[in-house]
T-cell receptor, first 116, second 109 residues
Framework: GAVVSQHPSWVICKSGTSVKIECRSL??????MFWYRQFPKQSLMLMAT?????????EQGVEKDKFLINHASLTLSTLTVTSAHPEDSSFYIC????????????FGDGTRLSIL | TQLLEQSPQFLSIQEGENLTVYCNSS?????LQWYRQEPGEGPVLLVT?????EVKKLKRLTFQFGDARKDSSLHITAAQPGDTGLYLC?????????FGTGTRLTVIP
């Protein structure tokens, strides 16, 4: 149980385009979803926390107009990288929890984004 | 700036050797988790420790949570090539996880 699916797993696009990444909880309702970014050979850095039906909370230094997060349903959150540039190339990972406080996070398999 | 510092950052050992990875912080966490991550995949939870001083064993892996709940260690006995991967500790506070800097382990056959 507790499966989180990310799509796509790998995307390559030209600089200036926008890319949408989906995160789905397949067998539970996720009131909270998290988005992380991981650069090569580095650890995971939290970008933002989203609760279903409300605006996402962004970590310091993360541009909310650049990384648009939508959590419109209890099973789906999306991250849109707008006007992507090569420096946005990274491994993006989502996680989801079924309840708001002190519940384990279940991680997706990540999306590798490469901007040419 | 990451709250949790792991050491060593890289570790390359021969099959059969023992090793310890440390995860240190000046902050207190309600619990601490250890993950292993393979290239191109999301992290997979290995264990959660909650109580200060708690020790948990998972086959050849032994996890310990510091008495003050600020640090943790992972000890692997008789390492196998299948143990190769990126090991991440993560401290939990409220609903958030704060990941450590990571330790990349390579076990040479």
């Amino acid at each position: 149980g507790a499966v989180v699916s990310q799509h796509p797993s790998w995307v390559i696009c030209k600089s200036g385009t926008s890319v949408k990444i989906e995160c789905r909880s397949l067998d539970f309702q996720a009131t909270t979803m998290f988005w992380y970014r991981q650069f090569p050979k580095q650890s995971l850095m939290l970008m933002a926390t989203s609760n279903e039906g409300s605006k996402a909370t962004y970590e310091q230094g993360v541009e909310k107009d650049k990384f648009l997060i939508n959590h419109a349903s209890l099973t789906l959150s999306t991250l849109t990288v707008t006007s992507a540039h090569p420096e946005d190339s990274s491994f993006y990972i989502c996680s989801a929890t079924p309840f708001r406080v002190n519940q384990p996070q279940h991680f997706g398999d990540g999306t590798r984004l490469s901007i040419l | 700036t990451q709250l949790l510092e792991q050491s060593p950052q890289f570790l390359s050992i021969q099959e059969g050797e023992n090793l310890t990875v440390y995860c240190n912080s000046s902050s207190v966490f309600s619990s601490l988790q250890w993950y292993r991550q393979e290239p191109g995949e999301g992290p997979v939870l290995l264990v959660t420790v909650v109580t200060g001083g708690e020790v948990k064993k998972l086959k050849r892996l032994t996890f310990q949570f510091g008495d003050a709940r600020k640090d943790s260690s992972l000890h692997i006995t008789a390492a196998q090539p299948g143990d190769t991967g990126l090991y991440l500790c993560a401290g939990a506070r409220a609903n958030n996880l704060f990941f450590g800097t990571g330790t990349r382990l390579t076990v040479i056959p």
